[in-house]
């Protein structure tokens, strides 16, 4: 049993079991399940409540993605995380174990040698035992024979002594080639790091000098262009103030035609409306006149007062 979350959205909302779900086909019943549901219900793509609820449809697959992908990143993650320390284990595992077997080795090695140089001696010692049998053998010869295996002995310890001393000293040989060939290798390594330093530097001083003479080169650009720029302004400043100016000078000159032409039309309109008043007086006048022996100066007072508003309730329709 792995890791056990819960996933819940509108579409999808269970338990489920990080270890069997992350593996082949492990999310089948799950995207199956979503798939169920999403395709349940039909929705009318010719209305705007139909396609809204698509587009929330929509919205909810990619939320049921987003939380199994992101349950799936994590298990990722943590199983990385738990993989990391085994390997740096492993690792260290192994120099060290190396290390001691060279350690635990080397005696065996030295020992190994010493006792090939004693089964040697050994093996000189009994044939001269063998020899000095037969020498016994022979009276006469008893006391050089001796003598004989007395030097064979010290000659054979000798030897035993000097293949020693030299196993030992090819030991020491090969411990002090290993440290000048580790000692060339770092120094080798250290050089070329100078070296690709030394070439990266060179490069960046390159390629800065180039910056700077195309800055250059583009500020000088820059520069004429501005002032280029700078004169066209001003010429243009100028060519737009002649223009305002000139805008200015008809738009006064067309505001004055247009005052004097309201004021004439207004003036117009003032004397057609006295003369449509003046009318509609005196047809008003003439009527009244008429009306039980009204004079004429009593019809006109009557028709200033009605025309002023003073007569309450009563107006002329001009």
């Not at 020992?111 to 049998?133: F, G, P, S, V």
């Not at 000293?169 to 060339?184: D, F, G, N, S, V």
């Not at 800055?215 to 004169?231: D, F, I, N, S, T």
Request: proline share 2%.
């Amino acid at each position: 049993m792995g890791e056990i979350i819960v996933v819940e959205n509108e579409l999808v909302s269970q338990k489920i079991d990080l270890a069997e779900v992350f593996c082949p086909n492990g999310l089948e019943p799950v995207i199956a399940a979503i798939e169920a549901k999403a395709r349940e219900v039909e929705y009318d793509v010719t209305t705007a409540k139909g396609r809204a609820a698509i587009g929330s449809l929509g919205q909810k697959i990619a939320s049921s993605k987003v939380l199994l992908d992101n349950a799936g990143k994590k298990y990722a993650e943590d199983l990385k995380n738990k993989i990391k320390p085994i390997d740096s284990e492993r690792k260290r595992m192994r120099d060290r174990l190396d290390s001691l077997k060279v350690e635990v080795l080397s005696p065996r090695d030295e020992w190994e040698a010493t006792e090939r140089a004693k089964i040697e001696a050994e093996e000189t010692a009994r044939q001269l035992e063998l020899d000095h049998a037969k020498a016994l053998e022979m009276e006469s010869l008893y006391a050089r024979e001796r003598e004989v295996a007395r030097k064979e002995a010290e000659f054979a310890e000798a030897e035993a002594d000097r293949r020693q001393k030299e196993e030992a000293a090819r030991l020491e040989k090969e411990r002090e080639e290993r440290e000048r060939r580790l000692a060339e290798e770092a120094a080798a390594k250290a050089k070329a790091e100078a070296e690709a330093e030394a070439a990266k530097q060179i490069e960046a001083a390159r390629l800065a000098t180039e910056k700077a003479e195309r800055e250059a080169k583009e500020a000088a650009v820059r520069a004429e262009e501005e002032k280029r720029l700078a004169v066209e302004a001003a010429e243009l400043r100028a060519k737009e103030e002649a223009e305002r100016k000139e805008r200015e000078r008809i738009a006064d000159e067309e505001a004055k035609k247009a005052t004097a032409e309201a004021e004439r039309m207004a003036a117009e309109k003032k004397a057609a409306n006295a003369r449509h008043r003046a009318k509609i007086n005196a047809e008003a006048l003439r009527f009244i006149k008429g009306i039980y022996g009204t004079t004429e100066e009593q019809a006109q007072g009557i028709i200033d007062a009605i025309a002023s508003g003073a007569v309450p309730h009563v107006t002329i329709n001009y």
